[in-house]
């Protein structure tokens, strides 16, 4: 059983889409390239919130290989800065490496609306009380925005001590006048070990009760 869920939260977000037909003879460097060194780049510039890298899937015989590469931004004008503060620099360590090897052109297009199904698989509930409950956050670690409700957790405070100075974690009180406020939402078991993924080594998963009486997962650092 599935429900198709509408999210407008999209709304004035766009992609920057590049297609790329490299020659068959440097396919393989260049995909090798692509993965383990531009596309990282291009994220690591701060610009964009994901990328999705996809093989362009063709009938006739166009020779080479191609490939499409969206980069979702928050924003044209984000997008803009991207084109003026990075893009140059980028694109010439592309046409140094691969000069006449390929052939590319980008498109951009805005996001009207998203739509996703949600499945019955998504059976796990996640309380989270810092980063995750970002929408910037979410689309990078999940590909989606997530949809949840408030609860609270008993005898549990936000603790002074930091994970690495910087990341938040929880501290059990045993009192029953200390209580955290925050948002629950349900993932799928592979959303859940992307959870496990981003928030790291350092943290670690448990499960506890909710002020709902429901039973969900909280991370707290090791």
């Known amino acids: 059983m599935s429900k198709l869920l509408n999210l407008n939260l999209y709304a004035n977000m766009f992609i920057y889409n590049i297609t790329t037909n490299i020659e068959e003879a440097y396919h393989t460097e260049w995909l090798q390239w692509m993965k383990q060194v531009h596309i990282p780049e291009v994220l690591s510039t701060g610009k964009f919130l994901s990328a999705k890298f996809t093989k362009v899937l063709v009938e006739e015989d166009m020779g080479g290989e ?5 980069y979702s931004v928050k924003d044209k004008a984000t997008l803009e800065r991207y084109y003026n503060e990075d893009a140059p620099r980028l694109i010439a360590q592309i046409e140094k490496k691969f000069a006449g090897k390929l052939v590319s052109f980008k498109t951009e297009l805005e996001v009207v609306d998203e739509y996703f199904v949600q499945r019955a698989t998504a059976t796990h509930l996640l309380f989270t009380y810092g980063t995750l409950q970002e929408q910037d956050i979410q689309l990078g670690v999940f590909s989606r925005a997530l949809t949840g409700f408030e609860d609270e957790l008993a005898q549990y405070v936000v603790s002074e001590k930091k994970v690495a100075g910087l990341y938040p974690t929880l501290q059990h009180t045993g009192n029953v006048k200390d209580n ?10 592979q959303e859940l070990q992307k959870a496990d993924e981003y928030e790291g080594e350092a943290y670690k998963r ?5 002020g709902s009486g429901r039973n969900a997962w909280v991370y707290i650092s090791k």
């Not at 191609?66 to 969206?70: A, V």
């Not at 406020?181 to 349900?186: A, E, F, N, P, S």
Request: hydrophobic share 35%.
């Open 180 to 189: 955290i406020k925050g948002q629950v939402y349900t993932l799928t078991h």
């Open 66 to 70: 191609t490939y499409s590469i969206q």
């Open 206 to 210: 448990i499960q506890i009760e909710l």
